[in-house]
């Protein structure tokens, strides 16, 4: 009867310390703020990894896929050289409307999140630099 006990004992120590053992991580996706109009947007770091994002653009517009290619190190050549950017009227730029989640009429597949669309935006007003 005492090993019984004892050994009731032990496995409610040992339950305890494994359920209080146990931590949930909930995943949350980061807030990422709307660019600041001061700051300079890199290509590099800022749009090209918008298009490589959970393979968000680069589903369909990869290296032998849709064009423009939009996978890294062929981006900025292919959107400068099929003529998707237009500095003198940023918002009318292709590489900024088609896919902006405001545009219910084309590019269903997949699009910008607001956020991303402001940072697109920016980055051709700046003067689309391969920076």
């Known amino acids: 009867m005492k090993t019984n006990r004892i050994f009731l004992v032990f496995m ?4 305890t310390a494994l359920i209080s053992s146990c931590r949930y ?3 949350v996706e980061p807030v990422v703020p709307p660019p600041n109009p001061s700051d300079t ?3 590099a770091k800022t749009i090209d990894p918008i298009f490589n994002d959970n393979s968000n653009c680069v589903a369909c517009h990869n290296t032998g896929g849709q064009v423009p290619d939009l996978t890294t ?9 099929l003529g998707l950017v237009n500095i003198s009227d940023p918002v009318s730029s292709t590489i900024y409307w088609f ?4 545009n219910s009429e084309n590019h269903t597949w997949k699009k910008y999140t607001g956020i991303q669309a402001q940072f697109v935006l920016q980055w051709i007003k700046q003067g689309a630099l391969n920076n």
Do not use: C, K, V
């Open 99 to 102: 896919p902006n989640p405001d």
């Open 12 to 15: 409610l120590l040992l339950s």
């Open 41 to 43: 947007i890199s290509f």
């Open 25 to 27: 991580d909930i995943l």
């Open 73 to 81: 190190g062929h981006a900025f050549n292919s959107i400068m050289s």
